[in-house]
C-alpha cells in the first residue's frame, strides 16, 4: 500500500513508488542545485577557471562516497561549500602567484582544499581514540564563530564590484531572494537563491542583458574538465585553517539531520565516519579539481518538508547531478549569468555566512562579559580582517616565500588564544552550529 507524503515520517521510500522516489531525488537536486553551482561562478569571478560541470560532478561523486563511509544510513547531499571562497579569493591575489597562469593558480588552491579536507580525517580519528568533549574544547565557538563571520566579511568587497556593474539587476536578484525566503512557502522558501538567480535571469533576457554566443557553441554533450592539484605552502596555510569552521559546520548539520529525521546519526554511524565521509569527498573533489564539499543545509530542509528520510532518495540526487555534469551547454548557459546578478545574490549570500557566525555565538550563549572571550574575539577580528587588507604575512622558509592569509592568521591566534587563557568551560553538545535548514546556503 502506497503511503502519501507529508503525513507521517517515511524510511523507506520505495513504499511510494519508482515514479514519486524519482521525483523526490529531482526535488532534492534542485535544492542543492543554486548554492552548488554559484561557488565556481564565483570562483571564476576571481579569475579561476573552476569548471561548474566538474563541480556537478564531485558533488554527485562526493556524496555517493559519502554514503559509503556512512554505511549508506545518513540522508545528506554534499554539495560546494561557501566557506573556501576567500580562500580561493586570497590564493587568486598572492604576491607569489603573480604573473602565473590562472589554471597553475587554481591547481595550488586545491592542493590546499585537499589538505583541508585530510584535516578532517584527524579530527575524525581524535573523535574516536579521544571522545568528542575533549576534541571540542579547542574548537568553542567563540573560536569558530568570528571565523564564520570574518569568511562573509572578507568577500563583502567581490559583491560589491558585481553589483555595481549594473545596480538595478542585482537589486531584482536580491528582491527575488527576499521575498522567498520570508514570504514563500513549502519548497519556494527552500531554494530562495535558485529562484533569484532563475527569476533575475529571465529579467535581464527580457532586458538584453544576456550573451548567447557561448551557449550556441557549446556541445550539448562532453566531459568534465579536470584540474590536477599541485601543493605549495602558501596555498596549504589559506585553504587548511578554514576547514575549522568547514568542520564545525558538518557537525552542526548532522545534528540537524539526526534532530529532523529522529535518528541519532552522531551515535550511529558515528560523528568519526560522517567527518571521513565528508573529508574524503573534499579531497577526492579537491585533487580533480572541484570545490571543497559540505553536508547542505538545504536538503535538510527538504528532509523537514516532505518527511521521507530515507537515503536512497538523496542518492538519487546525486545521480541527477552526475548526468547533469555531463553537459557542456549546461555550463555554457549558467557562465552567461550576467556579473550583476552574481553581486545581488552574493550581496545577501555573503552577508548570511557572517550573519551565521553571530548565531553561532548567540546560540551556544557565548558569555562575551567574560574578558577571555571579548580578548579571542577581538585579536581574531583585528586579525583576520587587518591582515587580510595588507595581503597577509609573508616570510621565508627554506628559501621558499609562504603566506599567511588573515584568515589563517585568525585561526592560529583563536585556537592558541582559548587554549592557554584560563576559563576555558565550554562544553560540547549536539547542538554546536544548529539547524541551518532555513539558510539561504551552506557556505
Known amino acids: 500500500m502506497k503511503k502519501e507524503l507529508g503525513h507521517e515520517a517515511i524510511y523507506d521510500a520505495r513504499q511510494l513508488g519508482t515514479p514519486r522516489m524519482l521525483v523526490l531525488g529531482l526535488q532534492h537536486m534542485f535544492a542543492m542545485f543554486g548554492a552548488t553551482v554559484l561557488v565556481p561562478i564565483l570562483v571564476q569571478g576571481y579569475g579561476l577557471p573552476l569548471s561548474i560541470q566538474t563541480t556537478l560532478l564531485f558533488a554527485g561523486l562526493g556524496t555517493l562516497l559519502f554514503h559509503v563511509c ?11 561549500s ?37 584535516l578532517y580525517l584527524i579530527l575524525a580519528l581524535l573523535f574516536k581514540l579521544l571522545g568528542a568533549k575533549k576534541v571540542m574544547r579547542y574548537f568553542p565557538p567563540i573560536v569558530t564563530g568570528p571565523m564564520i563571520i570574518m569568511i562573509g566579511l572578507n568577500l563583502s568587497s567581490s559583491a560589491i564590484n558585481n553589483a555595481s556593474t549594473c545596480w538595478w539587476l542585482a537589486l531584482v ?53 579536470f584540474v590536477i592539484a599541485k601543493f605549495d605552502v602558501s596555498a596549504i596555510l589559506v585553504m587548511a585553517p ?6 564545525m559546520e558538518h557537525i552542526g548539520d548532522i545534528s540537524a539531520i539526526s534532530s529532523t529525521t529522529g535518528k541519532n546519526f552522531i551515535e550511529d554511524p558515528g560523528l568519526h565516519r560522517t567527518l571521513v565521509g565528508d573529508g574524503l569527498a573534499t579531497a577526492f573533489a579537491g585533487m580533480f579539481g572541484g570545490p571543497a564539499n559540505t553536508t547542505y543545509g538545504e536538503n535538510t530542509g527538504v ?20 548526468i547533469l555534469s555531463f553537459s557542456p551547454k549546461f555550463d555554457a548557459l549558467v557562465n552567461s549569468i550576467p556579473a ?23 546560540e551556544n550563549q557565548v558569555d562575551l562579559t567574560k574578558s577571555r572571550n571579548l580578548i579571542i574575539a577581538a585579536v581574531m577580528f583585528v586579525s583576520g580582517l587587518g591582515f587580510s587588507s595588507v595581503g597577509g604575512i609573508t ?5 621558499a616565500a609562504v603566506t599567511l592569509s588573515g584568515l589563517a592568521i585568525a585561526a592560529l591566534c583563536g585556537v592558541i588564544l582559548n587554549a ?11 547542538s554546536v552550529v544548529g539547524d541551518k535548514s532555513a539558510d539561504l546556503g551552506s557556505y
Do not use: C, H
Request: charged share 10%; no cysteine.
Open 395 to 399: 616570510f621565508t622558509v627554506g628559501g
Open 82 to 118: 561557501f566557506a573556501y571562497l576567500g580562500g580561493f579569493s586570497t590564493v587568486a591575489t598572492l604576491p607569489a602567484y603573480e604573473g602565473m597562469d590562472p589554471q597553475d593558480k587554481l591547481a595550488y588552491a586545491l592542493g590546499g582544499i585537499v589538505i583541508a579536507g585530510l
Open 173 to 225: 536578484a536580491m528582491a527575488i531572494i527576499v521575498v522567498a525566503n520570508i514570504w514563500g512557502k513549502g519548497m519556494v522558501k527552500i531554494i530562495p537563491i535558485l529562484l533569484g538567480v532563475v527569476g533575475s535571469y529571465i529579467v535581464a533576457v527580457i532586458a538584453g542583458q544576456v550573451d548567447f554566443s557561448g551557449v550556441s557553441e557549446a556541445s550539448i554533450v562532453g566531459l568534465q574538465q
Open 420 to 430: 592557554i587563557l584560563p576559563g576555558n568551560d565550554y562544553e560540547f553538545g549536539v
Open 303 to 322: 528532509l523537514a518538508l516532505s518527511k521521507v528520510y530515507d537515503p536512497r532518495v538523496v542518492r538519487l540526487a546525486a545521480l541527477y547531478a552526475i
Open 340 to 362: 550583476a546578478i552574481v553581486g545581488g545574490v552574493s550581496f545577501i549570500l555573503y552577508g548570511m555566512i557572517s550573519a551565521v557566525g553571530v548565531r553561532n555565538i548567540v
Open 242 to 247: 578554514i576547514a575549522i569552521a568547514a568542520m
Open 70 to 80: 556512512t554505511k549508506f544510513k545518513v540522508p545528506a547531499f554534499l554539495g560546494s
